[in-house]
């Protein structure tokens, strides 16, 4: 699995940080995500996907 | 069955194949849009920052491969609980088991404000947008988060705006004096002519040749204005559920696991009230977020992969010119503000709301990580009390 997200549309909800914290983080000051690992390890790979499908922004994409 | 192809409307339809059910799927919505976001509609879309392109959540591909019938275009007229089935807009009928409400709410209007702007959909903001460029005026009524927004944007194209709000402050309500009298500093900052109190309330429309060309308000000036957009709250889309029985008078009342009184019969979205069991409360939400996570959890309930009842902490946020106010909790109704970081003068701060001796919100100015260590303490609805010995 890759991951991939789009700072320009993220608007810093931090859903995915919540969901998995292992692979999102979110900058200090507008909350803009930061991805932590774009190949996540396996156990965390069920938290991207609930993430890709609750980010309000549609901001985080599964790209292989 | 899921009605209405909006976030929540989608969210349930990829739940339900996400968590591996195969079977009959259809997905009716009025709009003739694949589902789209709506937040970037009164920030982005209607500065040009994004194209209508750029707000899609589902592509035609997407929808091929989730196996669903959909009919855009196409309203629910009624339903038919005893037998099982809807009435469409077309004359078509259509059994379902189960049914999902999430039909979002369609903007307030004011008596007499027929003909003038409202934002809530695509072409709404397309339609407004071709009327936006510097030089001509704005009258923006109503002082909420969409109307806040509608002015920041049109300011940012050059356009005058005025924006009118009959509460004392803007956004006072929602989320208190402090945070709406800045956010007001901050439109005047820019540029924008607001008007708030009684006085700023419309009493007459003004028309020339049959195009709007302004407002009178309550306190008897009279603004002379290009265009308005009313922005003045909504209503929940339900009229569709009338012969249903289920109490539609604030929204689609649901229990906590956001089914209705019609077992089988749930509601998503802008459009359900459920029984929030962490607040104690009937509440509904209009927020992005929200849509997003019910559409989630009522899939997995319908599919019984959840015997928990849906409790989430509220998130939303706003954008203003630069700055993004973002809060979780419910805000509104709060008796007290605190600020517990930074400063509201500074526009860097993290503020605390008190409702009786709890804690229900909190939010945060250009403070995001500071924020969000306050989420937990929201989610548990902790005493102020404790709260005032730790900060
Ligand atoms: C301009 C704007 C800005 C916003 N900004 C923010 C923000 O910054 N932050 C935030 O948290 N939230 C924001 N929101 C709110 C957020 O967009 C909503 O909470 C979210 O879109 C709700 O999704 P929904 O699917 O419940 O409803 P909707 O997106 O409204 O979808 C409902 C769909 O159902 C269709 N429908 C209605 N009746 C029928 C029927 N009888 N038959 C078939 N279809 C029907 C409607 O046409 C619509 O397409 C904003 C909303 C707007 C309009
Ligand atoms: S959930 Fe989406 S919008 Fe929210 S912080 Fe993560 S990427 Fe950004």
């Known amino acids: ?64 | 069955m899921v009605v209405g192809a909006g976030a929540a409307g989608l969210a349930t339809v990829t739940g339900l194949r996400g968590n591996g059910f195969e079977g009959p799927l259809t997905w009716i919505g009025a709009e003739a849009e694949l589902p789209y976001d709506r937040p970037p509609l009164s920030k982005e879309v209607l500065t040009g920052a994004r194209t209508p392109d750029q707000i899609r959540l589902c592509s035609p591909e997407k929808v091929a491969e989730l196996g669903v019938d959909l009919r855009l275009g196409t309203t629910v007229t009624s339903v038919d609980v005893d037998g099982r089935k809807v009435m469409l807009s077309d004359g078509g009928v259509l059994p379902f088991g189960s049914l999902v409400a999430a039909t979002g709410v369609t903007p307030r209007t004011l008596p007499g404000s027929e003909g003038v702007h409202t934002v809530r959909t695509l072409d709404d903001v397309m339609a407004l947008r071709a009327e936006l460029s510097p030089g001509r005026r704005l009258i923006v009524i109503g002082g909420g988060f969409l109307g806040t927004e509608l002015a920041a944007a049109a300011r940012s194209l050059g356009t005058e705006v005025v924006l009118l709000e009959p509460e004392p402050v803007p956004l006072g309500l929602a989320i208190g004096a402090e945070v709406g009298t800045m956010v007001a500093d901050l439109h005047r900052e820019h540029g924008v002519d607001v008007r708030t109190g009684p006085g700023a309330a419309v009493a007459r429309w003004h028309a020339s040749r049959g195009a709007f060309d302004g407002v009178t308000l309550r306190d008897g000036s009279a603004i002379a204005g290009d265009l308005a957009v009313v922005a003045v709250g909504s209503v929940p889309a339900t009229s569709w559920l009338a012969a249903t029985g289920i109490d539609c008078a604030a929204g689609v009342r649901c229990d906590e696991f956001c089914e209705t009184a019609v077992p089988g019969v749930y509601a998503v979205g802008d459009v359900s009230s459920w029984y929030h069991t962490g607040f104690g409360a009937q509440i509904r939400l209009e927020h992005r977020t929200n849509a997003g996570e019910q559409g989630l959890y009522v899939a997995r309930r319908m599919l019984g992969l959840t015997s928990e009842p849906f409790t989430p902490v509220p998130y939303f946020w706003s954008d203003q010119y630069d700055l993004k106010i973002q809060a979780y909790g419910v805000l509104r109704g709060h008796d007290e503000v605190r600020v517990v970081d930074g400063t509201i003068v500074d526009r860097e701060f993290v503020v605390l709301y008190r409702r009786g001796s709890r804690l229900v919100g909190v939010l945060g100015v250009r403070r995001a990580r500071a924020l969000r260590q306050w989420r937990a303490q929201v989610a548990a609805g902790a005493a102020w009390s404790d709260i005032l010995a730790t900060t």
């Not at chain 1, 991951?3 to 292992?22: L, N, S």
């Open chain 1, 1 to 64: 699995m890759k991951v991939e997200v789009d700072k320009e549309k993220c608007c810093g909800a931090g859903q995915c940080v919540m969901i998995a914290p292992d692979v999102f983080d979110q900058g200090d000051g507008d909350g803009v995500v930061i991805l932590l690992r774009d190949t996540p390890a396996p156990e965390h790979r069920d938290g991207v996907r609930e993430a890709v499908a609750v980010c309000p922004a549609a901001a985080i994409a599964i790209v292989g």
